[in-house]
């Protein structure tokens, strides 16, 4: 009996020395990955000295947030991603294309944020404030992420000043933030700049214009893309958005949707109260980069 336990011995001590093989070599695989000594692809440092540059666009920005009754509020940089499906809207570049999504240790699935304003309402509702006095007003700035291709001063990951405002339908508050946003660029010593006001309509005008732009659209579906011929079932006014020429020439020739005074002409009209350069474009087509409240 002894002799056999004896025998078995060195076959359980080769097996060890087998295991002790495979986990140096993994660890070796490990360790001969390159270290690469630079920034990701869409990233940038800001340098010590640029901080000047920043410094200045961050006291401009918050001093008119303050100057119009907005209040600093600071969110996460991750989010549930399915805020920003629901939010931003599926069929949009956004979700579809541009986010970076991620799957947590412990199964939740999350992304860098690609944008504020979800993230501002999610904070709004969780932290009750519906029960302040309205509108509530709040400014944020940071970092928001999209893998979207890099181009000559466009980065995957940005930075955003925001101005939201809650609680009031009032397109005064449209005027006031384009108003803002005015502001902060003269306040920055940018000359030459011309404000472009547009509108996507009230609930019921957009309804009708959607069903105009769908039959147009229909028309024409064979010169959009892949992206724009899905978008065309899920949401059709993303169509206008595309950056691709042949899916721009179809928008060019799009419908023009007829706006109410009180969705499209209010705001211009406190704009020029204020004496601000703009320039109206009359029965011009949605855009997605209007200020919404």
Not at 118 to 140: D, E, T
Not at 202 to 228: F, H, Q
Request: glycine fraction near 6%; proline fraction near 4%.
């Amino acid at each position: 009996m002894l002799m056999a336990k004896l025998k078995k011995m060195p076959k359980k001590n080769k097996a060890v020395s087998k295991k002790t093989k495979v986990s140096k070599k993994t660890k070796d695989t490990k360790s001969s990955e390159p270290l690469l000594m630079q920034t990701l692809r869409g990233m940038k440092d800001i340098l010590p000295e640029d901080q000047c540059y920043w410094d200045q666009v961050r006291r401009c920005s918050e001093k008119l947030a303050r100057d119009y009754g907005f209040s600093r509020i600071d969110l996460p940089l991750v989010e549930y991603s399915n805020l920003y499906v629901r939010s931003v809207g599926e069929g949009t570049d956004i979700v579809d294309k541009e986010m970076y999504n991620f799957v947590t240790r412990g199964g939740d699935k999350v992304a860098l944020r690609p944008e504020m304003t979800a993230g501002i309402c999610r904070s709004y509702i969780q932290h009750g404030m519906n029960v302040l006095s309205k509108p509530v007003k709040l400014f944020s700035c940071g970092s928001v992420y999209r893998y979207d291709r890099p181009q000559e001063g466009r980065y995957r990951e940005h930075h955003q000043v925001n101005y939201d405002a809650f609680g009031e339908l009032d397109p005064i508050l449209d005027a006031q933030v384009i108003q803002i946003a005015s502001r902060v660029v003269q306040s920055l010593g940018i000359k030459s700049v011309q404000i472009q006001v547009n509108s996507i309509g009230c609930a019921t005008c957009r309804k009708e214009y959607r069903d105009l732009l769908v039959n147009y659209l229909e028309s024409k579906k064979n010169k959009l893309c892949i992206d724009c011929k899905r978008r065309l079932e899920t949401n059709p006014l993303r169509v206008l958005d595309c950056k691709e020429d042949k899916c721009f020439q179809v928008a060019i020739g799009a419908p023009q949707e007829q706006t109410n005074d009180f969705n499209y002409g209010r705001p211009p009209k406190v704009l020029t109260q204020a004496e601000l350069e703009k320039r109206l474009q009359d029965g011009a087509k949605p855009a997605s980069g209007q200020t919404t409240v």
